[in-house]
């Protein structure tokens, strides 16, 4: 009765991607909520996307995911980013309804076959005699459910405890339980916890916004979403807002420092260095007598709006004036204040590649409970383990993915590799193949192994294959045929040729007698535009990928006991043992091994290769 | 057997017969290996470090040999193991015959593996460890101090700068990238291109310290051209006569050209002496002008050398040949002319000389050092000197040209952070930050057993 395949614990970002992907595969799947009402939250913006994480939202599209599509459909407002840089790094941002985000995912899992949903609190992890491989689950009820493959997507929940000022309360977000039971299951089962911190702005009435001192931020003329192959209608209708803290602001905050939760000494736990509270801006950058306030509007039903930039936990009445302070914010209402959270987090040298727990067979983790932050690092987390999950059940091989083929890859690597001493988030620097794991190309790279893994539908998959061909078809002519039809011409010159000049754009071509057909959408023509445009980067790019393939071919025997090979420094043997590398190529991206202590390894290993061979 | 924990041991100077010979053991076992065979009024056991000791090798108590050993304790040795150095007399025979006893006990090492240890133990770097291949086969005054410069890591020095400007200028573009919701300035594009030419030029001339490394090192090729009977052979005989010829370091092969080898100034001077450009139906004449042709093209300096007839014909091959400022033209048997025909010859850029009167010869002389001489303060500054650096470095300026285009094109920063990315891989590559084991293997190749 209560028997499944594999079972999903929450169902926030990663929970959902986690769940959907291992009922599509097939798998008797159950997916338990603490809160039905809460499925898929955005609990801080109101957004989706931005540098590599539009990117990452878009191969979590290309894989089968669910995220980008529930992103287009309840946008509000569509952006390309960085259109100022080069397409590499273009990428798209989505203000989203959030209420209707939610109501939105929350169909989208009662509806899959094979999926249950129940609302409960899970306290406890149920471990085979050998206490080496996962049985099931006991909810805070006392009910046990029983799969051999169990993804944990906690979040923020584990022993969460939110601050604001000197106030200080369980909670796994404002206003939710936290599962406080959990944490003390994963510690007991062998697991090694840490904590870190977040924090979120107060949101307030966009109706008591000044709008004649706030410079209104419409959406893009030619919105894009995230979504391949889906002709989801993208609602472009609602503005964002910007304006600044000021002096005053500062004054403010700084006289009241020692009321913050985080600087009177509440909070131990790490927060992000990217995604400072406006506390930790004030004191770390004096020197700047303004910051940006972007003002998000919370959805379409709503007039509720996202105060970005003034994440805090300082006491609500400072809160208060120091909102109050700002340019167009004089006489605006809060709805909900900032606060801090503190949660625990499983330190990431404890899973694979595949988010599977080293210790504990049938184990898998997924999302911030990592360590990460943001919703498309936790979803395509969630994707991974749901895949691998299924695929272990099925025996058949896990699917890892490479860091020179998707954003994805790079997430997933950095984890198991490097870990993280603050919440980690994707940026496009991280990926050393940035120039190939572009926004525009992320149906290219991965839909085949979405298809191939039963999680892209054949409508999708049939027009991916019908842009292709158009794609190849108009490479291969422009490549052959020579234009000769204008005057600034002297000689025929090959279209190709022609479109790589920088000041010529694909429907220049028209002019030069190429005659555009009505199959070439604007989405192809860009794609054949930056093909040719960009060849020779792109060329330069793919020979690093090459290298870089060789030394990830470059295997490590499992058996490997690092521990023994004396040429190579203590503290390295430790990291290496600790991580225990599947290939060379891995091996030397861990901090802490550094190429002498690599090239003592790959010493060994042919040495021992030459031992093992000549007995 | 474990990678580095055995102890090795091999012979360190050249084989044949010298005044001493050293022989070196290292590893865990080496002091103990010695105190067997060693005998002396102290117990090597009870030595501090750096001293030396003298006192006998004996073979199942036969006298092998009077020697010096000196001991080197871990980690303050050269390998950073323990270290014995034996210097015994200078006979092949007694050489091996310790060797062998040694070996007994310990293993042979493998080419370069002192070095190998060395630089494994992180006691010297990649520079380095390429350095100490130079120091040992340094010839003459210059190059032993370049070899040296660049084992005292000024190179290394030279290359961190440069990488810590390259990671400069990366992060201003990252942080562009990726922070644009930061309200941070915006990068100063007019700044960025100024500071990436001034970066680029500085690689320029880096790599261009390359060409006289490499010529620092192994020497400065010179070849002499010319008709028959016109005085190349007295030109190379006087040459060598007033400069101290040294032993040419290539085994007596049949050549069909001549080579000596002296010091000039300091500089290592390789003088050939070709069979000429000119065409022959004789095969065997044949042969010998392929391989002058060879020579001829990898000259530094090409001394044309006529007696009065310009041999345009044989000017013109050899002007496709070589870069024309290789090419240095001589007069010879000037005592033949008189005042006007020699101020002819002068104005057409031709040194003049006489073998047979002893004149001209210093001004030739110094023609070939001419754009060649590197100053001190270079050396001091780190040069490159060896092909794998001069590689990585024009592959760093190449970089950071097509970052420079790539502004110029106003492609998007993130090609232009590809672009400088690759610049600091390649300087990476040098100082051995980012090696393969290709670069390991070839670099450890390269170097003769027990050094």
Redesign the interface.
């Known amino acids: 009765m209560n028997k499944y395949d594999v079972i999903v614990v929450g169902a926030g970002h990663a929970g959902i991607e986690a769940a959907l992907a291992a009922a599509r595969m097939g798998a008797r799947t159950l997916i338990f909520v603490i809160k039905i009402e809460t499925i898929g939250r955005m609990s801080c913006n109101p957004s989706m996307g931005g540098p590599a994480k539009g990117h990452l939202a878009r191969e979590i599209d290309a894989l089968g995911g669910e995220l980008a599509r529930v992103a287009d459909i309840t946008g509000i407002q569509f952006r390309m980013l960085n259109r100022k840089k080069g397409p590499a790094v273009w990428a798209p941002r989505s203000q989203n309804d959030r209420m209707q985000y939610s109501a939105v995912m929350y169909r989208a899992l009662e509806n899959q076959d094979n999926l249950d949903v129940i609302e409960s609190m899970i306290d406890e992890i149920i471990l085979d005699g050998d206490n080496k491989t996962v049985r099931g689950v006991r909810s805070n009820l006392g009910e046990e459910y029983f799969a051999p493959k169990v993804i944990l997507a906690n979040g923020t929940f584990l022993k969460g405890l939110v601050h604001i000022g000197n106030v200080h309360f369980s909670a796994g977000r404002s206003g939710e339980p936290a599962s406080n039971k959990l944490s003390d299951s994963l510690t007991k089962i062998g697991l090694k916890l840490a904590r870190f911190k977040t924090g979120t702005p107060p949101r307030i009435d966009l109706r008591t916004v000044n709008m004649n001192q706030v410079e209104e931020q419409p959406g893009d003329e030619n919105p894009q979403g995230f979504s391949y192959y889906r002709n989801i209608t993208l609602r472009n209708d609602m503005s964002c807002y910007l304006t600044f803290t000021n002096p005053e602001t500062h004054k403010i905050i700084n006289s009241n420092l020692k009321k913050s939760s985080l600087y009177g000494g509440y909070i131990s736990g790490i927060g992000p260095r990217y995604c400072p509270s406006i506390e930790d801006k004030v004191v770390k950058f004096s020197g700047k007598d303004r910051h940006h306030v972007f003002i998000e509007p919370e959805g379409a039903n709503t007039h509720e709006a996202y105060v970005n930039g003034t994440s805090n936990s300082l006491p609500p009445e400072i809160q208060k004036k120091m909102i109050h302070s700002i340019s167009g914010l004089h006489n605006a209402s809060i709805i909900r204040y900032g606060y801090a959270i503190e949660y625990d987090y499983i330190i990431p040298d404890e899973i694979k590649a595949t988010m599977e727990t080293k210790i504990i067979l049938g184990l898998y983790l997924a999302g911030q409970i990592n360590g990460t932050s943001g919703y498309e690092e936790a979803a395509a987390q969630g994707l991974a383990a749901g895949i691998n999950a299924v695929l272990a059940l099925d025996k058949k091989e896990p699917m890892i993915f490479d860091r020179s083929q998707s954003y994805l890859g790079v997430l997933m690597d950095d984890l198991v590799t490097k870990g993280t001493n603050e919440p980690y988030r994707l940026f496009t620097s991280r990926a050393e193949y940035r120039l190939f794991l572009r926004q525009d190309n992320a149906d290219e790279r991965l839909m085949p192994i979405g298809y191939k893994l039963g999680l892209v539908s054949d409508v999708r998959w049939q027009k991916f294959l019908t842009m292709k061909k158009i794609f190849n078809r108009e490479i291969k002519y422009l490549k052959a045929t020579a234009s000769n039809k204008h005057p600034k011409l002297k000689e025929p010159m090959k279209f190709e040729k022609i479109l790589k000049r920088p000041e010529i754009s694909f429907s220049d071509l028209a002019e030069f007698g190429y005659k555009i057909q009505g199959d070439v959408t604007e989405d192809i023509q860009n794609r054949i535009s930056l093909n040719i445009k960009y060849e020779g980067y792109i060329k330069r790019q793919m020979a690093e990928i090459d290298k870089f393939e060789k030394m990830e071919h470059s295997e490590i025997p499992t058996d490997t006991d690092y521990m023994k090979i004396e040429s190579i420094a203590y503290e390295a043997r430790e990291k290496l043992n600790k991580i225990k590398p599947t290939s060379l190529g891995q091996a030397s991206r861990i901090p802490g091994v550094n190429h002498i202590d690599v090239t003592s390894l790959l010493v060994y290993l042919k040495k021992n290769k030459k031992k093992k061979s000549n007995k | 057997m474990?990678?580095?924990?055995d102890t090795i041991s091999a012979i360190s100077t050249p084989l044949g017969i010298g005044g001493i010979s050293v022989l070196r053991v290292s590893g865990d076992k080496a002091i103990n290996v010695v105190s067997e065979i060693f005998k002396s009024k102290t117990d090597i056991k009870n030595q501090p470090s750096h001293k030396a000791i003298f006192g006998r090798i004996s073979d199942a108590e036969k006298l092998v040999d009077e020697v010096i050993v000196t001991v080197f304790k871990a980690p303050h040795s050269y390998t950073g193991e323990e270290v014995i150095e034996i210097s015994c007399h200078g006979s092949t025979f007694i050489t091996n015959q310790i060797l062998q006893i040694l070996l007994r006990n310990t293993r042979l090492a493998e080419p370069g593996e002192f070095t190998q240890r060395a630089?494994?133990n992180?006691k010297i770097g990649l520079t380095q460890a390429e350095a100490v291949g130079d120091l040992l086969t340094a010839k003459t005054r210059i190059s032993h101090l370049a070899a040296l410069q660049q084992y005292e890591g000024s190179l290394h020095n030279r290359i961190k700068k440069l990488l810590t400007q390259l990671t400069d200028f990366r992060t201003q573009l990252?942080l562009?990238?990726?922070?644009?919701?930061?309200?941070l300035d915006e990068i100063d594009n007019d700044n960025l291109v100024k500071n990436l030419t001034t970066l680029n030029r500085e690689l320029d001339q880096l790599a261009k310290t390359g060409e006289e490394g490499l010529i620092i090192k192994d020497g400065l090729k010179v070849s002499l051209v010319g008709a028959p009977n016109v005085g190349k052979s007295s030109i190379f005989n006087s040459l060598l006569e007033t400069e101290r010829a040294i032993v040419t370091p290539i085994p007596g092969t049949t050549r069909d050209y001549l080579e000596e080898v002296i010091s000039l100034n300091g500089y290592l001077v390789r003088i050939f002496d070709t069979a000429g450009l000119r065409a022959t139906t004789d095969q065997i004449e044949k042969i010998g002008i392929k391989r002058s042709y060879e020579i001829i093209k990898n000259s530094h300096k090409v001394l044309f050398i006529i007696d009065g007839n310009e041999n345009k014909k044989e000017y013109n091959t050899l002007s496709k040949l070589v870069d024309e400022n290789k090419i240095i033209k001589v007069l010879n048997k000037s005592d033949k002319f008189n005042k006007i025909e020699l101020q002819a010859f002068k104005k057409k850029g031709y040194i003049i000389c006489s073998t047979q009167e002893n004149s001209g010869l210093s001004k030739l002389k110094n023609s070939l050092l001419y754009n060649i001489e590197i100053s001190e303060e270079e050396l001091h500054a780190g040069i490159l000197t060896n092909a794998r650096q001069i590689a990585a470095v024009t592959k760093a300026a190449k970089s950071v040209d097509k970052a420079l285009e790539s502004i110029n094109?106003?492609?998007?920063?993130?090609?232009t952070?590809?672009d400088l990315?690759?610049a600091s891989s390649a300087l990476e590559e040098i100082i051995?930050?980012?090696?393969t084991?290709d670069i390991?293997n070839n670099i450890f190749a390269n170097f003769c057993i027990g050094k």
Do not use: C, P, R, W
């Open positions: 474990e990678y580095s924990h630089f494994l992180d990252e562009e990238i990726d922070f644009l919701e930061q309200d094109n106003g492609m998007g920063y993130e090609f952070a590809f990315k690759e051995g930050k980012v090696t084991d390991l």
